[in-house]
């Protein structure tokens, strides 16, 4: 069974430092993991993904993350946070069979402040 | 471009009454799925069906039934309303060789009172 857990509820920063949002994962499979971000009010987007490429994921608004086997995370960073980054995040998993549901963590609050 | 359309974004209904929440998509999906979204819980599958005639329950479908009859329609019905039922719903679907380009409606916000 595939599981994960987001390690914080909530996170604070402020504009311009470093952000970092903590996932693990339990896969018996070699998963897939997403980072979606949420906008107060609004639906999901998709940050990055990761499907067995590269361990170190590239997605929108300067956000990276990086799948570690050994350590079974899968952590979202930004080195610059922008107020327009306050939002919901959710770290995602998914066996590898396409269609298959995507199981969601609890989501960690972002807040910047200026 | 409209990809996953959900009707209606708000709904009020009182305890007992029904209603159907629509999903539909024009990108030719098999798979399609009802996620909930409740604060501080993330999203949990409903329901979800794997192509038109086929549909299969998910971590929480108890009041709610699904129909697939077509590739572009998913509803969700909900029968006998109860306020544990206020919550944000989400469609989404996805297709085999899509590399996971899962899409997700804009959510249709209910409260049930």
């Known amino acids: 069974a595939q599981s994960v857990t987001q390690l914080d509820s909530h996170v604070s920063v402020s504009e311009g430092t470093p952000v970092l949002l903590r996932c693990n994962y339990s896969s018996s499979y070699s998963p897939s993991l997403f980072w979606y971000v949420q906008h107060p009010n609004k639906g999901l987007q998709l940050l990055l993904k990761?499907?067995?490429?590269?361990?170190l994921v590239k997605g929108i608004n300067g956000f990276e993350a990086e799948f570690k086997k050994s350590e079974t995370s899968f952590h979202l960073t930004k080195p610059s946070a922008h107020m327009s980054d306050a939002a919901e995040y959710f770290c995602v998993v998914s066996p590898p069979q396409a269609g298959t549901a995507l199981i969601f963590g609890k989501g960690t609050t972002l807040s910047v402040s200026s | 471009n409209a990809g996953v359309t959900q009707t209606p974004k708000f709904r009020i209904l009182k305890i007992g009454q029904s209603m159907t929440l629509q999903c539909a998509q024009d990108?030719?999906?098999?798979?399609m799925y009802w996620y909930r979204q409740d604060p501080g819980m993330g999203l949990k599958l409903i329901y979800y069906s794997v192509g038109a005639g086929i549909t299969d329950k998910g971590e929480v479908p108890n009041g709610y039934n699904v129909s697939r009859s077509t590739t572009e329609d998913f509803p969700l019905r909900l029968e006998l309303a109860a306020p544990s039922q206020t919550s944000v719903y989400f469609c989404a679907s996805t297709t085999r060789g899509d590399n996971y380009g899962y899409t997700f409606g804009s959510g249709t916000r209910l409260t049930v009172v």
């Open positions: 990108m030719n999906h098999n798979y």
């Open positions: 990761y499907t067995s490429a590269a361990t």
